[in-house]
């Protein structure tokens, strides 16, 4: 007897792949021509994904949608996009202060964090497009340690090039986001990121000819208060 899972899956419908291209970009809170400023994607391009004219969103498509949504922090699968199979698009763990997995070893005392928070929290608010981090490697070292909280402004598409020979925290498909030393790469649209530790324990620190979603220089920074581990023994 055969089963569904003996067939190759077929592309749903494209109303109901409209619906979903929707919900990811509500998810995302960005306009169709905040998409189009940040990623390329043209704004007729997408307003035909989500109202399913022309055969509506296709394979191709809905990479470049994933690849905008990646960088805005919500992750989805390419089936549930095109066919609605798996899980839902969700949220990713922040690579700021509010992702309590990676701090449970660079945190400070309980003013601190606030302290840090509230700053964030105005760093964000003034500049449109922040992102933020908290350093977890030694890769660029000694200009960046590791447990330090950074942010910057990013920049898409065409802009990125701005940002060449500044330290940056760079948004990547492949790799996720960086803090990397950025330089032109050997064909245009593409760049070198450098680490500045030889002696890092982290693989392969130092990557060439990498597509770049975003990239964005710090321009703030805070290192935490060493605390006293003594008292607390």
């Not at 704004?43 to 805005?72: D, H, M, P, V, Y």
């Not at 950074?150 to 920049?155: D, L, P, V």
Request: charged fraction near 20%.
């Amino acid at each position: 007897m055969q089963t569904v899972t003996d067939h190759p899956l077929v592309l749903s419908t494209p109303q109901a792949r409209a619906t979903r291209c929707l919900v990811l970009r509500d998810m995302m809170g960005l306009s169709r021509e905040a998409i189009r400023l940040r990623y390329g994607i043209a704004r007729g391009t997408l307003q035909n994904w989500e109202s399913a004219r022309f055969g509506g969103l296709t394979e191709k498509g809905a990479k470049n949608i994933l690849k905008a949504a990646q960088a805005e922090g919500i992750e989805c699968d390419l089936q549930w996009l095109l066919h609605g199979i798996g899980p839902e698009p969700r949220l990713t763990a922040s690579s700021g202060i509010t992702d309590g997995s990676q701090l449970s070893k660079l945190i400070g005392s309980e003013q601190e964090m606030k302290n840090i928070s509230t700053m964030l929290n105005a760093f964000r608010n003034h500049y449109p497009n922040a992102i933020d981090m908290v350093i977890q490697d030694t890769a660029m070292e000694p200009a960046f340690f590791m447990g330090e909280y950074i942010a910057g402004n990013r920049y898409y598409r065409e802009a990125i090039e701005s940002t060449v020979s500044l330290y940056c925290i760079v948004q990547t498909s492949e790799y996720g986001n960086l803090l990397r030393y950025v330089k032109l790469g050997d064909e245009i649209g593409l760049y070198h990121l450098f680490s500045l530790n030889p002696d890092t324990s982290v693989h392969q620190p130092t990557r060439y000819n990498v597509e770049l979603i975003s990239s964005a220089p710090v321009i703030w920074r805070h290192r935490l208060t060493p605390i006293d581990e003594s008292l607390y023994l």
